[in-house]
């Protein structure tokens, strides 16, 4: 029972909703009578009712913009930027000192004085006595104007009667080798070799005592 009820009021709640929606009120149907009436025969039975003119909603219009006129960008020259001059320091340069001349001397330098020439040696002068395996040998020279004069022996071997002949044989050439170099270089005596070496030896000491 509970069920037949429900689907009672469904069908019933239904079927009003369907006769309210067919049912259309009558005002409508002469207000459309009438103006059908009105526009077709022109008779008076009709009320006129003004024609609803849809109401125009103004489109909402939007005033244009006035446009400024564009401006044109002036273009970037390509003209390249001239350099500035560098400027110059303007400080100057310390200038170089100037270096003077030197003054020659106004006197001329003195010539150079001649060396005097040395004063000549005379005299009497002694060697050192020369040892020899024989015997001791010195020499005696004289000197006159820088030059050996003359020779002698002062000491000479004596011990044997050979040491005797051997200097009577070699003191007078040892004297005259002498007295012809003006010096120490002789050539000797063959045979005296010993007494011919110590005459050398104290002839070289004798020529050194006297500035020779």
């Known amino acids: 029972m509970g069920a037949a009820k429900a689907t009672l009021i469904v069908v019933g709640t ?16 002469l207000v459309l009578g009438g103006n059908l ?10 009320i006129p009712t003004p024609a609803q003119t849809p109401a125009q909603t103004p489109a909402q219009t939007s005033s244009p913009t006035p446009t400024s006129p564009s401006v044109a960008t002036p273009k970037e020259s390509s003209t390249p930027t001239q350099a500035k001059p560098v400027q110059k320091p303007t ?7 100037v270096s003077k001349p030197v003054s020659k001397p106004a006197t001329k330098p003195a010539p150079p004085k001649k060396s005097a020439a040395p004063a000549l040696i005379n005299g009497t002068f002694s060697g050192s006595t020369a040892q020899t395996a024989y015997g ?28 005797l002949d051997i200097n009577s044989q070699a003191i007078p050439i040892l004297i005259s080798e002498t007295v012809a170099a003006s010096s120490a270089d002789i050539q000797g005596v063959s045979g005296a070799s010993y007494t011919s070496q110590g005459w050398y030896d104290s002839l070289v000491s004798a020529i050194a005592n006297a500035g020779l």
Not at 37 to 46: R, T, Y
Not at 91 to 97: D, G, L
Request: hydrophobic residues 35%; without cysteine.
């Open 14 to 29: 239904l079927g009003g909703l369907g006769a309210v929606l067919a049912y259309s009120p009558p005002h409508k149907s």
């Open 37 to 46: 009436s009105g526009n077709l025969g022109g008779g008076a039975g009709g």
């Open 91 to 97: 400080s100057k340069p310390a200038s170089k000192p």
């Open 136 to 163: 001791p040998v010195q020499v005696q020279i004289d000197v006159k104007n820088s030059k050996i004069v003359a020779a002698r022996a002062l000491q000479l071997p004596q011990s044997t009667q050979r040491d």
